[in-house]
Nanobody, 121 residues
Framework: QVRLVESGGGLVQAGGSLRLSCVASGISFRSYAMGWFRQAPGKEREFVAAINWTGSRTYYADSVKGRFTISRDNGKNTVYLQMNSLNPEDTAVYYC??????????????WGQGTQVTVSS
């Protein structure tokens, strides 16, 4: 059974930082590209960041470039999203996803349940 479990969300003031983690099980993690997406109330799920299976290539949405960093530890089956300089527009449920190809669209094979990030002004 494939499981992706996110953690690290919470409430933070504008300008603050959070680090999200996503632990994968039931897949050969080092063979999968990983992505982070987010969905705010009333909006569609949107791409945030992605990383290839080796960690050598990363991709970011323009809205988070320079503020967020995606990384992975294949020894721990974990992908991270370091989020700095947060602003209220970053408020959303954040999801991690796993797929055999790096994509900036939600066409991933497996998804976590999400973790809430709330940024207060």
């Amino acid at each position: 059974q494939v499981r992706l479990v996110e953690s690290g969300g919470g409430l933070v003031q504008a300008g603050g930082s959070l680090r999200l983690s996503c632990v994968a099980s039931g897949i050969s993690f080092r063979s999968y590209a990983m992505g982070w997406f987010r969905q705010a109330p009333g909006k569609e799920r949107e791409f945030v960041a992605a990383i290839n299976w080796t960690g050598s290539r990363t991709y970011y949405a323009d809205s988070v470039k320079g503020r967020f960093t995606i990384s992975r530890d294949n020894g721990k089956n974990t992908v991270y999203l370091q989020m700095n300089s947060l602003n209220p527009e970053d408020t959303a449920v954040y999801y991690c996803a796993a797929g055999l190809e790096v994509r900036t669209t939600p066409r991933y094979d497996y998804w976590g349940q999400g973790t809430q990030v709330t940024v207060s002004s």
